[in-house]
């Protein structure tokens, strides 16, 4: 399975993003699929994941808000809605996949079998 993450880009802040993660596979049906983030010098970190059958979701506490993850049945994608972009937002921006995450190990980066390329998302003040 291979993943593509794209829509970062240079932004300033307050402005949008929108970033989609496509996979080879065609459909995300039966996987659960998360979006991570790994700033310069730091670990990488959950964002927001959602399971594709269910429609459930989780958040980061400091996107909430601010972020939406959600399912385009029709693109087969998975993609991240991000308003209000801060500075701390700045960061390589990761999707994975898996048919085995749930929602109590969705944040948990070694849960995901399946990784994007990462899309670099800037956010200048």
């Known amino acids: 399975v291979q993943l593509q993450a794209s829509g970062g880009g240079l932004v300033q802040a307050g402005t949008s993003l929108r970033l989609s993660c496509a996979t080879s596979?065609?459909?995300?049906?039966?996987?659960?699929v998360g979006w991570f983030r790994q700033g310069l010098g730091k670990e990488r970190e959950f964002v927001a994941g959602?399971?594709?059958?269910?429609?459930?979701?989780s958040y980061e506490d400091s996107v909430k808000g601010r972020f939406t993850i959600s399912r385009d049945n029709a693109r087969n994608t998975v993609d991240l809605q991000m308003n209000n972009l801060i500075v701390e937002d700045t960061a390589v921006y990761y999707c994975?996949?898996?048919?085995?995450?749930?929602?109590?190990?969705?944040?948990?980066?070694?849960?995901?079998?399946?990784w994007g390329q990462g899309t670099q998302v800037t956010v200048s003040s």
């Open positions: 596979e065609h459909t995300f049906r039966g996987y659960t």
């Open positions: 994975a996949a898996d048919r085995g995450v749930i929602l109590s190990n969705m944040r948990n980066t070694r849960a995901y079998d399946y």
């Open positions: 959602i399971r594709w059958n269910s429609g459930s979701t």
